[in-house]
T-cell receptor, first 113, second 109 residues
């Protein structure tokens, strides 16, 4: 089936540790996005990429890094510089034409040990 | 000023009620508009796109007023399964999706 797969569903991070969240899509979408959602809050954009080997910072990029080596994959690394990483992380993809919609993965809940 | 604002909620309504959600956006150049539904600890799922002429999908009706920069969602004959958070999403040119904070709906038996 076509879709977006995020893994793992739950992730725990120790202080000072970098962790990587996986996001893979087989929808042939050019654009991919990472969002952070805190309890009771809306989605905030961390990074996005509209083409392979190119990505742009969103509103809250500090403490995060990404790569886009393949069209299908857009992993997010939460670095030790992100002091408050506990949140629900959502990956999304979409086309780049006007009126294109976003499709989401099932999310990763990251917690700090 | 927030780019996309929504009714703060929560809305608690009885089954069968009609409920309306409002959303305003600040960027007059915004290109496309959507309503997403999000269940607790789940990913947002597209409920419907919003077109200039207004559109309806079963019990759901969406309206867009570009002059007032206002979007609405009307749910008729509410079901228990409609309980969720409803997100207003605006797409500026260049694939910049901006999410509202969401309005939580609880449909009560």
């Amino acid at each position: 089936d076509g879709g977006i797969t995020q893994s793992p569903k739950y992730l725990f991070r120790k202080e000072g540790q970098n962790v990587t969240l996986s996001c893979e899509q087989n929808l042939n979408h050019d654009a991919m996005y990472w969002y952070r959602q805190d309890p009771g809050q809306g989605l905030r954009l961390i990074y996005y990429s509209q083409i392979v080997n190119d990505f742009q910072k969103g509103d809250i990029a500090e403490g995060y890094s990404v790569s886009r080596e393949k069209k299908e994959s857009f992993p997010l690394t939460v670095t030790s510089a992100q002091k408050n990483p506990t949140a629900f992380y959502l990956c999304a993809s979409g086309g780049t034409a006007t009126n294109e919609k976003l499709f989401f993965g099932s999310g990763t809940q990251l917690s700090v040990l | 000023r927030k780019e996309v604002e929504q009714d703060p909620g929560p809305f608690n309504v009885p089954e069968g009620a009609t409920v309306a959600f409002n959303c305003t956006y600040s960027n007059s150049a915004s290109q496309s508009f959507f309503w997403y539904r999000q269940d607790c600890r789940k990913e947002p799922k597209l409920l419907m796109s919003v077109y200039s002429s207004g559109n309806e999908d079963g019990r759901f009706t969406a309206q867009l007023n570009r002059a007032s920069q206002y979007i609405s969602l009307l749910i008729r004959d509410s079901k228990l399964s409609d309980s969720a958070t409803y997100l207003c999403v605006v797409n500026d040119y260049g694939q910049n999706f901006v999410f509202g904070p969401g309005t939580r709906l609880s449909v009560l038996p």
